[in-house]
């Protein structure tokens, strides 16, 4: 059997050009024992994997180049050589970025049994929506009343961080680009705020005018001048939550750092990084809090959807252009 993947011939400085990623054919071996081969039908696109573009190891490796790419994807089992899978069965695993996947049924995660589009496992109800809930939960200590400011608000993570923020009670800000994200935001009930063509200053300005108090808990999704301006909003105390710095990804040399961090000190405030990995352990306790509100559309989730495996580094570029809203995904 054929199957087509993605790969890149070289580590990228400062945004990736499209030619970077080639798409190359492979003929499957013939099934080896304990081995499963999976028709995908989603993949995912996540930021992080830029890092992995950059040819440095940082807390995962890079990827290898001139091999398939790797990424979540969800997609169905065609051929079973392992006991605990057969031709049929609905399953989610890291060899996304190609159409066919042969893998050691071990690394394979069947669906969980919910009434929920499969797709939704790579977002809402997956790894991006696992890091909306550990932000908020484990690191930022999310309580009752908190006042709480989302950056990159309207995407997989942030979409989801600002409904679990609004759900304890104080008042949940968004920072978003387009005004069709500033307008899903504000159907939910959040405050809205664009950071497009604003300096660190009048972000801030804006900030204060849309939660005068200030910020208990701040998820910093972006970097740059959303940090800048947050850390001049904080209440004594606040908690900020680095699940990451999107718009320092494509930076071709290192930048200076907020020159406010003064106020982590005024504020005793904390101000700690997490990657969702580390608490892999606690994904089923946050399926089993988040998933019947998923599933009984008490919280709302959106997707940009690619068509088509050819399409699958343009979903990923596009993350960078914030061409997304909710969860970027490339169906197959
Ligand atoms: P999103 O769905 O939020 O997509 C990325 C969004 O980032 C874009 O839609 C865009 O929205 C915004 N963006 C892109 N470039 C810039 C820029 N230069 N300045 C400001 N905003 C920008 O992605 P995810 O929800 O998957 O990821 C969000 C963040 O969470 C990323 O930083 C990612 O690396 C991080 N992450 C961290 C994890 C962890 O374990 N720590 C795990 C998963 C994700 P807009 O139109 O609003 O600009």
């Known amino acids: 059997m054929q199957a087509r993947y993605f790969a890149i011939r070289d580590y990228p400085r400062g945004m990736p050009p499209r030619e970077l990623f080639e798409l190359h054919s492979q003929t499957l071996p013939e099934l080896g024992e304990d081995e499963v081969r999976i028709r995908n039908t989603w993949l995912s696109v996540d930021p992080y994997m830029r890092g992995r573009m950059s040819g440095m190891r940082t807390y995962i490796a890079p990827f290898e180049l001139d091999a398939p790419l790797e990424g979540a994807a969800i997609g169905e089992v065609i051929e079973s050589r392992h006991s605990r899978f057969k031709s049929g069965d609905k399953v989610r695993h890291m060899a996304g970025w ?3 996947a042969q893998l050691k049924g071990d690394v394979l995660e069947p669906l969980p049994d919910m009434e929920v589009p ?6 809402v109800l997956g790894m991006p929506g696992m890091t909306a809930w550990t932000g908020l939960n484990r690191i930022a200590n999310l309580r009752e009343g908190d006042n709480v400011l989302v950056s990159a608000a309207s995407g997989a993570v942030g ?3 600002v409904q679990l923020a609004k759900a ?3 008042t949940v800000v968004g920072i978003a680009g387009a005004a069709d994200k500033l307008e ?3 159907e939910h009930d959040i405050r809205a705020v664009s950071y497009r063509n604003k300096d660190a200053r009048q972000l801030s300005a804006d900030l204060e005018e849309a939660c005068p108090e200030g910020f208990d808990v701040y ?3 972006v970097g740059g001048a959303c940090l800048e301006a947050a850390l001049n909003r904080l209440k004594v105390g606040a908690r900020i939550a680095v699940c990451g710095f999107i718009s320092r990804y494509n930076d071709e040399a290192q930048q200076q750092g907020p020159g406010n961090l003064s106020n982590l000190l005024i504020k005793r405030a904390r101000m700690q990084g997490f990657i969702v990995f580390d608490h892999w352990t606690e994904y089923p306790h946050f399926l089993e809090e988040v998933g019947p509100r998923v599933a009984q559309g008490e919280i709302d989730y959106e997707e940009t959807i ?3 495996l050819e399409r699958t580094p343009d979903a990923f570029l596009k993350l960078f252009e914030g061409a997304n ?8």
């Open 98 to 100: 190609r159409d066919i």
């Open 118 to 123: 499969e797709q939704a496992y790579l977002g």
């Open 168 to 170: 304890t009670g104080g």
């Open 159 to 161: 979409s989801l961080a």
């Open 219 to 221: 998820f910093e999704n």
């Open 184 to 186: 899903w935001l504000e």
């Open 325 to 332: 809203r909710g969860k970027m995904l490339v169906r197959l």
């Open 306 to 308: 690619e068509e088509g």
